[in-house]
């Protein structure tokens, strides 16, 4: 099904109930079309009229295009399987049935896993900036762990405050019990 415009009349025309609704300047027929009167219409709209830049898009011989636009031969499932590659905008079902819209619907840029991506990649900013803080930790204590067995080698004073200071630290940082 097609609709074609004339700024005249407005005229809707139902091929089941043979309803017609009249509006001024604008006419539209809703008339069912043939798979090559559809091809006619992507050409037309698409292809800028041009049958040979068409028949090179889809990589087809322009008789071919020339010979199914005449009526004379219907476009070969290859041939649709061409078009629809070449245009991947085009519904399939419109294509060969008539159905629906010449145009696939535009989906909104609406992220496929309801936005849980970004809230993963922020727990994981988080996670990182966590292991940070832990690493810089874990090298201080190591740092007061070198001082202190030094400390310890040579009996020192200042190894006595060392360990003590080690054992706060791991106070600190052990689980609760």
């Known amino acids: 099904?097609?609709?074609?415009?004339?700024?005249?009349?407005?005229?809707?025309?139902?091929?089941?109930?043979?309803?017609?609704?009249?509006?001024?300047h604008l006419r539209i027929y809703y008339m069912e079309t043939t798979v090559n009167q559809r091809l006619k219409i992507i050409i037309d709209e698409l292809a800028g009229h041009k049958q040979a830049s068409f028949a090179k898009k889809i990589n087809v011989n322009p008789s071919v295009v020339n010979s199914i636009?005449?009526?004379?031969?219907?476009?070969?499932?290859?041939?649709?399987l061409k078009i629809l590659s070449a245009y991947p905008q085009i519904d399939s079902d419109w294509l060969i049935k008539g159905e629906g819209e010449m145009l696939k619907p535009v989906l909104p840029n609406k992220p496929l896993d309801n936005g849980q991506f970004g809230a993963d990649v922020i727990d994981i900013l988080r996670q990182k900036e966590e292991y940070r803080q832990l690493s810089e930790q874990l090298l201080e204590q190591n740092k007061l762990l070198t001082e202190a067995v030094n400390s310890l080698a040579g009996k020192s004073p200042a190894s006595e405050g060392a360990l003590h200071s080690i054992e706060v630290k791991n106070n600190e940082y052990a689980p609760a019990a």
């Not at 099904?1 to 001024?24: D, G, P, Q, W």
């Not at 009526?71 to 290859?78: F, L």
Request: glycine letters at 8%; one cysteine or more.
């Open 1 to 24: 099904m097609h609709l074609i415009a004339n700024a005249n009349l407005f005229t809707f025309e139902n091929k089941t109930s043979n309803v017609k609704k009249i509006c001024s």
């Open 69 to 80: 636009l005449g009526g004379r031969n219907e476009p070969s499932y290859g041939v649709i």
